[in-house]
């Protein structure tokens, strides 16, 4: 199904199971343990051996040589895989550094061998047998040292430079004039589950069992790594505790379990051990950003510059922190400016909401500033530069922007108007306590989704596409469209996902999964209803499903004799035609925070948040619900503790385990609400949605320094927030 | 893990003398902290003595008025014993700023004294460490060093001691008491228990080769009002940035351990006569000497300022 034009009315608007709250659908088998993750597939996998990864110990430089013997006659071990011996391997397209090294050494943890052994006990004792001497070389950690040589990055995403109109000549003849310099910090995706795989072969063909939000890119990159024909490569990966963008790539766990049970000769499992991910796989980059806007005295923007500095690898990607600065606020004259340094940290890549997450932390620190220097409310600031419009291109419209609803909706609600506009006012017993708030903005991109739709006897529709539920629901709101569709109960739509055997969705990521998948969903029962609707001899105009049954005039019949004895298959695509560039298609909202600030020992304890949403339809109120709690609790996370910390020395992220690398526990997260605007968005798809699951980040780390600046007067400008960076200017104790 | 022998010990003389006979012995309790270390092969005993069924886990009344917590006692049920609650209520508020639910529940009061410290570079087998490895150098020295020592460190190690419980044992005058592997019993003063880096790092404590706790004593009640602050960015489940552990009297004297700041648990008695003069005077003879890096030199500030809020609240 080609979506070229806006949707019209479709069986999706009657919204008797769409939009309902619902309880996921793998929700039992999840809380009975019945779910399976990749590591514990032993129905797939019978009696697999057990592979252990190495790390290097060092961030660059060489193997000068590696010692195997030891370990190799150490108890239980069946075959040790090191670059030497794997075979010639290639790298996936989606992957900057190599999953396996040696002799070469790209970063700190960058895998070096994989121990197979009987049990992962004796692996792991084996794993320190292996003697490896090194050649360090020099290498670049420090992404401020590293700025003045950053360049502009090679890439056919998003440009590296951005102009519009007179920016420096229309900020330097601005009234008012804002310029300052913020800085975000390297971010671990901290996920529960974490990378693991088992993988059998059989002959040439390889299955894996593994945890990936994207199979056919995973299936295609393992196959590229391999040097095995695409077909050869089956990815399994039903439930997936967690991703955040993590397990968009297929990663060391995955490639090593299948060389591992090459060179055993059965089939190997492999997870990551929690110490290793923080530096063996991807993380988001840690940024430096510098905002200027010039305004008229009433507040009106004339210039919005943002430039942005990332580091990564050789040949790796930056992160595009000022992307949302071309479109969040009107303003005639504009710049954008992106510029990659080589940094030889493990690699950067997406994690929730890339770009937007780091760049509205600092984007709406800078707009609270400009504000306040204006002398203006921030809300009414943001509001006074609404625009309906790209402000690059004036001719195109947003599909739909509800900023300012969310704006004026959130402030009444959470009680903006009792905030003091003077910092440091407001105390309550030990606690000096303010209020911030945030503009949230991400884009809402589309992917091609297909899905295969059976009917079957019995009348029960069973939904098969390569789509993944990393947590988010997906099962859930795949199945209300299905039953929607189809005029069924939820209980009768069987939901099976993530397998490169079905048909190729848009995965997971980016926050497109949710409207994407069910648009290809749609598309499905659409081909299914007419061929049911032809089976059944109906006029296939005014037929409607409902009740398990199919109606046409006076006629009707059950959905299931239609099916006849062999059941109806039915196959689609929604592929999006140029809407998008049309129009531009964003989510948008407001956040508010009240955080306490302990008087004494600069303690920041979140007390209230609230977030409003404008996001198109909202599919499953439920569990986008718990999409963008758990962003603002991500979002907290960045604002007060996350950092992955470099030892500029040795070049690697020194608190790599959850002891040291602290991401919020529930004490951190009180009171949180969610408030979905109606909205449908007619422009993103049939189902007139638009992504929820990274909204609830972009923006709530900067209304969380909002709300401590207007507790205690301290602007921190450099994430996070820690009681270190505000202590010497707290009031005095007692 | 490397292999390992397991056996459970029938006495704590005959397990003290166990260890100190055999190489590379140690002792497991809860085993919350060495079960992991050894996974990491941070720690790699090669034998290890089970002490959990030698029934040191009472909690009773000394003749003097104190009280005599068995080696055994978990976590929990300490902090939640009644008598604890009502005379020692820095112990109890201590335990509970620690940890979990889960791991207090199998954590023993003679292996809270005994975790090791929480350093990423000790916990980083790549990375010179000399309490892990002696003579290897410190890579915290220069290195990320936000939650580490600021008094009573050396060129060799700058790590702290992670206890909470630890801290309010020093400021309530804990004594423990062992068994050595001859059999004979003796009593350490909690002050002199724990020890300084200096260019022995790997030897964090008093005890000798194979000598068992067996009991931690405190004395008679002192009163006061006690207060336990532990400061952190995170708000629960996190090691002390520093922590403040006090009892102060109504007429403004106490005295206090501070957390998070040292090699072990800092008290200094000389300074605790300018507690009634208010924190500054009072933390000034605390943390007299200090060498904070440049990462964690706040803590002298965050210090100072805690101390006067707990002496606040005391005043309350």
Known sequence: ?734 | MKPFTYERARSPAEAAAAAARIQGARFIAGGTNLLDLMKLQIETPGYLIDVNGLALDKIETTPEGGMRIGALVRNTDLAADDRVRRDYGLLSRAMLAGASGQLRNKATTAGNLLQRTRCPYFYDTNQPCNKRRPGSGCAALGGFSRQHAVVGASEACIATHPSDMAVAMRALDATVETVRPDGSARSIPIAEFHRLPGDTPHIETALAAGELITAVTLPKPVGGKHIYRKVRDRASYAFALISVAAVIQRDGSGRVALGGVAHKPWRVEAAEPDLPRGAKAASAGLLADATPTRENAFKLLLVERTLGAVLTEARA
């Not at chain 1, 009433?298 to 690898?313: C, F, M, P, Q, V």
């Open chain 1, 1 to 734: 199904m080609k979506f070229d034009t806006p949707a019209t009315t479709n069986p999706i608007d009657q919204l008797k199971i769409i939009g309902k709250p619902t309880d996921r659908i793998d929700g039992p088998s999840k809380t009975a343990g019945t779910a399976p993750y990749a590591y514990e597939r032993h129905d797939i996998v019978a009696n697999p051996a057990h592979g252990y990864v190495v790390g290097s110990a060092i961030a660059k430089g060489r193997i000068a040589s590696i010692d195997l013997t030891d370990a190799k006659a150490a108890a239980g071990v069946l075959a040790i895989v090191t670059a030497e011996n794997a075979g010639k391997l290639a790298k996936g397209s989606l992957n900057t550094a190599s999953l396996l090294g040696g002799p070469e050494i790209q970063h700190y943890h960058q895998a070096i061998a994989v121990v197979v052994a009987e049990t992962f006990e004796q692996a792991r004792s084996a794993a320190e047998l292996i003697r490896v001497d090194y050649i360090r070389a020099e290498g670049a950690y420090d992404l401020a040292a590293a700025k003045n040589s950053a360049a502009k990055p090679a890439t056919d995403e998003d440009p590296p430079d951005t102009a519009v109109g007179d920016f420096a000549g229309a900020f330097a003849t601005a009234p008012v004039q804002f310029d300052a310099t913020y800085t975000t910090p390297d971010q671990a995706h901290a996920m529960m589950e974490p990378h693991a795989s088992m993988a059998a072969w059989d002959g040439d063909r390889l299955t894996v069992v593994t945890s990936n939000q994207m199979i056919a890119w995973g299936a295609r990159d393992l196959a590229t790594t391999l040097g095995l024909p695409r077909d050869r490569v089956r990815m399994i990966s039903p439930f997936i505790g967690g991703g955040f963008g993590g397990k968009l790539f297929v990663r060391a766990d995955v490639l090593l379990a299948a060389l591992g049970a090459r060179a055993a000769g059965r089939p190997v499992k492999v997870a990551l051990t929690r110490p290793l991910i923080f530096n063996n796989t991807t993380h988001r980059p840690a940024t430096i950003q510098r905002i200027r806007i010039g305004a008229t005295r009433d507040g009106r923007i004339t210039a919005i510059g943002h430039e942005g500095w990332s580091g990564d690898l050789p040949d790796g990607k930056p992160e595009t922190a000022v992307n949302q600065t071309r479109l969040l606020y009107a303003g005639a004259n504009r710049m954008t400016a992106t510029r990659l340094a080589v940094l030889d940290l493990p690699e950067g890549n997406a994690m929730r909401a890339p770009g937007e997450a780091s760049g509205m932390m600092a984007l709406e620190i800078a707009v609270d500033e400009m504000a306040e220097k204006l002398g203006l409310d921030p809300i009414e600031f943001r509001i006074l530069n609404d625009t309906q419009v790209d402000p690059e291109k004036p001719e195109r419209k947003f599909s739909h922007r509800p900023l300012v609803e969310c704006l004026r909706m959130g402030a009444d609600r959470f009680g903006w108007s009792k905030r003091s506009a003077q910092p440091g006012r407001t105390r309550d017993g030990r606690w000096l306590t303010g209020i911030g708030a945030a503009a949230a903005f991400r884009n809402n991109v589309v992917q091609k989704s297909a899905a295969r739709v059976r009917l079957d006897p019995r009348g029960v529709v069973t939904v098969e596409t390569d789509m993944t539920d990393i947590g988010t629901g997906s099962y859930t709101i795949i199945a209300q469209t299905a039953a929607e569709m189809m005029g069924l109960p939820l209980n009768k739509v069987v939901v099976r996902l993530g397998d490169s055997t079905f048909p190729v969705s848009a995965g997971s990521g980016g926050q497109w999964g949710a409207n994407s998948s069910t648009a290809g969903v749609y598309a499905a029962c659409v081909k299914l209803r007419e061929a049911v609707a032809q089976k059944l001899g109906f006029g296939s105009a005014d037929v409607v499903f409902a009740d398990g049954e199919v109606r046409s005039g006076n006629r009707s019949a059950p959905l299931a004799k239609a099916a006849g004895d062999s059941g109806i298959v039915a196959e689609d695509t929604i592929e999006f035609g140029d809407l998008d560039k049309k129009y531009q298609q964003s989510t948008f909202g407001a956040h508010f925070v009240e955080v306490g600030v302990d008087a004494a020992t600069a303690e920041v304890r979140i007390r209230r948040m609230l977030a409003v949403c404008a996001a198109g339809r909202i599919l499953n109120p439920k569990s986008a619900r718990s999409q963008v709690i758990g962003a603002m609790t991500m979002g907290a996370g960045a604002a007060l503790m996350e950092d992955l910390v470099i030892d500029e020395r040795s070049g690697f992220f020194v608190n790599h385990d959850l002891a040291g690398y602290e991401v919020p526990v529930h004490a951190d997260i009180p009171h949180q609400d969610v408030i979905f605007l109606d909205e449908v968005d007619p422009i993103s798809s049939p189902m007139k949605a638009k992504g929820v699951g990274e909204l609830g980040i972009c923006g709530v780390g900067a209304a969380i320094a909002n709300a401590i600046y207007n507790a205690t007067g301290v602007r921190v400008r450099d994430y996070p927030i820690t009681l270190d960076k505000l202590l010497d200017r707290m009031p005095a104790v007692g």
